[in-house]
């Protein structure tokens, strides 16, 4: 049994450099000793939902699909169902994780709720702490305080949403302890040493979890003692060096007594290998067109299949695909079992895109019949 260190207070210390960025938090514990997976243990899977909005759809529709989606994954025995942030974007609906989370667990009855996450320099860390809080109140033990550092949109957006965000590493760094103290109770600079208190006071805490695509937050994630998302979804590469520089380094908190890691991906399975082909067309199309900054784009596959790529956009789409797990049931069970022991974890949470409604909740149902041994009743 690891203890758990209780800090008199919630200081941390940005001292020493990490790669890419120059503040790393310490605390004075010892390092925590990794344990590899023993890949004997059954593979657990969540869901990570973007709320996409279809060519031919609307926002409404595409959270209505969200609600049964997530009684679906609730009875197929997923571990996890989170919702991302994303602003100033037409061809997502899900700008408020916090609200959604709230209706779709009054929805579901065992699956736990989370955001994957709120983008913290979008928010004051009181704010974001009462939120979290209060869905604790309303679901104890049931939600999950998933939180990044990218806009989760473009800058201008982000200081709209946020004035006094500077894109400052430091001022993250203390984001991240005042959410820290706000959720314990605990006295720190930046709730006026326990003076402003983050309401209700219960007696459980939300799960908190580090979001990194680039690895960085990996380090951080460790320092303060909180479990760890990788966004494979977003960066096919570092993955697993992530989470062993993660693991070597973790220390116990109050609230995370041992590392925890998952990864998120892009998955979608099918039977038939047409719809696959279809898909993943749609997707190559839809990932560069991200990148070109054409965030509103809601592609069909007639659009994706008529367009003529360069080869340099080629390049790109090939890349693109590593972000993504596609294809019959056979060849997807393969590549999550590969990815898992890549990176050496036991959750993988998968992000589904798909032409219909059905195809996308198909998919869900035959990664839990592969994984999970259940199929809808």
Known sequence: ???VPMAANCRL???FPIPNSQFLLKRDYKLFIAIPVIYSMQLQLSVLDQTPIRRGSNAVEA???SIELVKLADSLGYTRYWLSEHHNTLSLAGAAPEILIARLAAESKRIRLGSGGIMLPNHSALKVAENFRLLEALYPNRIDLGIGRAPGGDRLTSHLLNPSNGFDPKAYIQQIEDLQCFLTDTAGEGNAHGKVRAIPKINTV???WML????????LAAHAGMALGFAQFINPTGGAEAVTAYRQRFRPSALLASPQANAGVFIFCSENEETVARTRAVMDYRFLGFEKGRTDDMPDYETARQYEYSPAE?????????RTIMGTPDLVKE??????????????????????????FRSYELLAGMFLGKTPG
């Open 1 to 3: 049994m690891i203890p």
């Open 13 to 15: 210390q940005a001292q």
């Open 63 to 65: 959270l209505q699909e």
């Open 206 to 208: 939300p799960a908190l």
């Open 212 to 219: 990194t695509s680039s690895g960085e937050s990996a380090y």
């Open 314 to 322: 080629w390049q790109r789409v090939l890349f693109n695909r590593q």
């Open 335 to 360: 590549k999550i079992t590969a990815l898992a022991k890549e990176l050496d974890i036991t959750e993988v949470m998968a992000a589904t895109f798909a032409e219909s409604r059905e195809e996308r």
